[in-house]
């Protein structure tokens, strides 16, 4: 009986699911919720609605097209490697790492959808206006120039240096205040867990050859 959860499938689940979970989670938050309107979940734990134009983690860097180019060249050549592994390796590759990389591409394509699309498909979030579904092309900018939705903010330490402190005494401190989104969290999972588990795997050249035969080592 063949085996049904091939490492092809297991790519595209993994890559579809986390691509519904981000879009739903951001559709839901761009349509209900004002410009940075926030819901307290916990003292650590806010959903807070934010729009950037940058990188992961609402940093902003370089310019908006050249991130958005630059985000769908890494996510054509993480496919290309990805359809390489599944069809050569003949389940010589370890799931895991197969994982990882879904994830980091699941994660990329997550925030181009952002980029490319949602500048055409809604009207413009603002404090005193939520977002709502517009005809394709009356939206709040063009393709490629769309803003990425972000939500999940996790102030774990909000508190005050001591006064006693050079330069920064009595100054406001949180630790961990970069806002993010489903697609950041599994590009970072992704890139943390090929650090952590699969350093030597990557290392090796192992997933990409198949290890030689007694055979062939001898010519």
């Not at 595209?12 to 926030?38: P, S």
């Not at 592994?85 to 990882?100: D, E, P, T």
Request: glycine letters at 6%.
């Amino acid at each position: 009986m063949k085996k049904f959860l091939t490492q092809g499938r297991l790519v595209t689940l993994v890559v579809a699911g986390v691509l519904i979970i981000d879009q739903v989670i951001k559709i839901l938050v761009k349509t209900n919720m004002y410009l940075h309107e926030n819901i307290h979940v916990t003292d650590w734990f806010y959903i807070y609605f934010t729009e950037n134009n940058g990188m992961a983690f609402g940093l902003e860097i370089f310019a908006k097209l050249f991130l958005t180019l630059f985000r769908i060249v890494a996510a054509v050549l993480i496919t290309v490697y990805l359809t390489k592994l599944v069809k050569r390796s003949q389940n010589k590759v370890k799931n895991g790492y197969l994982v990882c990389l879904s994830l980091i591409l699941a994660g990329a394509v997550g925030n181009i959808i952002d980029c490319v699309f949602y500048g055409e498909i809604f009207s413009e979030s603002s404090h005193w206006q939520i977002a709502s579904w517009v005809p394709l092309g009356e939206g709040y900018s063009s393709w490629l120039h769309g803003k990425v939705v972000d939500m999940f903010y996790f102030p774990i330490i909000d508190t005050y240096w001591p006064d006693w402190m050079p330069l920064v005494g009595g100054d406001h401190f949180i630790f961990f205040s970069p806002i993010f989104n489903f697609a950041d969290a599994a590009i970072s999972c992704g890139i943390i867990a090929l650090l952590i588990f699969y350093s030597r795997y990557l290392n090796s050249g192992a997933h990409t050859e198949a290890t030689p035969t007694s055979k062939e080592s001898k010519k």
